[in-house]
């Protein structure tokens, strides 16, 4: 008998979100709610290769003592509901085993595929080990304003696989738009709840839902707050859906190895992409255009500068960082509407990664592709002190 199958209904909730929707956020505050006498499992999947969210979480979990029996599990370099289910299966049987948490959550990348996902985690492999909670949707509100949001069927797919919706990003929408935003979540979603988040650096806000009246208002955080804990023992409809319609499905084959990095709570590394600094990579997936490195701590950059390089470039949709700075270290999360810099603990080394929206009217081929990257690498090794 496997380690593995003596482990029973391990609670498992699934929180996803498009790119720059908020995830981190809205993770680290249901890792809140983790009683200090049990130990929680968190699993991310990042796009990248380099592992910015598990080490900003790890940041988080150092300062905050009720965190601290949270493992944490990274698997990186792509999508884990992509090509094959060998990635998840290997990162969670050893988390589970090697752990042996009492709750687990899992982060998958920005731009995954909830469903695919939904079904993986409905393989009979993991029906005993997990009990499914309700999926948690992180929605931001600014991204849907924008019609390219809109109209992106990743997009669109995070919202179609919710049980919970968590809107942020609210606050400049009027009536109107607030009742146009819920008629477009209903023709994608007819079952899912929302939940309408509140900034905890604000005490009060006025309650936004429509189908609340004005009289209604002032929804504190700590409201917020106790809404948001509910999904973590709700049963997923979504989940119950995707069981019914993969009953006759065959398990995918798990030969096909995922290229990504698989990191356990241990520290081990099935396959080594970005081992020793100085690292740096660059690559395209799907409609994005990512790279990242790793750098020695003992580099430190100018941030006045190495924030005005950042914006500059092109098309950027996200920009994530733990960098040793001019102004000691800091974690970066730059997303279009929102620059969001903190301090943190010193670092074993230096982490910056960017994804970029491809230009679909360029012409560029891989060489010349090579060649920008190459120069952004040159720049940014300039901005060093």
């Known amino acids: 008998m496997s380690k593995l ?25 249901l890792l809140n709610f983790k009683p200090l006498n049990e130990r929680w499992a968190l699993l991310i999947n990042e796009f990248g290769r380099i592992g910015i969210d598990g080490a900003l979480l790890a940041n988080a979990k150092s ?64 029906q005993t080990a997990l009990s499914m909670q309700a999926v948690v949707t992180v929605f931001n509100a600014l991204q849907w304003q924008q019609p390219k949001y809109r109209s992106h069927t990743g997009y669109q797919a995070h919202v179609a696989a919710a049980d919970v ?30 939940i309408w988040a509140k900034p905890a650096s604000q005490d009060k806000i006025d309650s936004i839902d429509p189908n609340i009246s004005d009289s209604k208002t002032s929804v504190d955080f700590d409201r917020y707050l106790s809404e948001l804990i509910v999904p973590l023992t709700q049963p997923s409809v979504v989940i119950n859906k995707s069981a019914t319609a993969n009953q006759n499905s065959t398990r995918i084959n798990s030969s096909v190895i995922n290229p ?24 395209q997936r799907q409609d994005m255009l990512v790279g990242g490195w790793r750098l020695p701590a003992a580099s430190i950059f100018d941030f006045a500068k190495l924030k005005l390089w950042l914006l500059q470039l092109p098309n950027w949709q996200r920009i994530k960082g733990l960098i ?23 670092q074993l080394d230096n982490r910056l990664e960017i994804i970029l929206a491809a230009d679909t009217d360029s012409t560029q081929d891989k060489i010349e592709q090579r060649e920008i990257w190459d120069s952004w690498n040159s720049q940014l ?5």
Not at 75 to 80: A, E, F, H, L, N
Not at 381 to 385: D, E, F, G, I, Q
């Open 324 to 346: 040793n700075t001019t102004e000691g270290w800091l974690q970066l999360n730059f997303t279009p509407d929102s620059l969001t810099i903190e301090t943190s603990d010193a």
């Open 260 to 283: 990504g990095v698989v990191k356990s709570s241990s520290n081990h590394v099935r396959k080594v992409v970005a081992d020793q600094p100085p690292y740096y990579y660059h690559d």
């Open 63 to 126: 300062q905050d003592k009720a965190k601290s029996d949270i493992a944490i599990s990274e698997v990186s370099g792509g999508c884990i509901c992509c090509t094959s289910q060998l990635p998840l299966q290997v990162a969670l049987s050893r988390l589970l085993t090697e752990q042996h948490p009492q709750r687990l959550i899992i982060e998958p990348t920005g731009l995954a595929h909830p469903r695919q996902l939904l079904r993986q985690l409905n393989d009979p492999h993991w």
């Open 381 to 385: 090794m300039a901005l060093v002190v």
């Open 5 to 29: 199958s003596i482990l029973q209904n391990i609670p498992c909730t699934l929180v996803t979100g498009f790119l720059g929707s908020g995830k981190t956020t809205v993770i680290n505050q």
């Open 165 to 194: 919706l968590v809107i942020n990003r609210y606050q400049q929408l009027n009536k109107a738009e607030l009742l146009a935003l819920k008629a477009w979540i209903s023709t994608l979603n007819t079952h899912s709840q929302i």
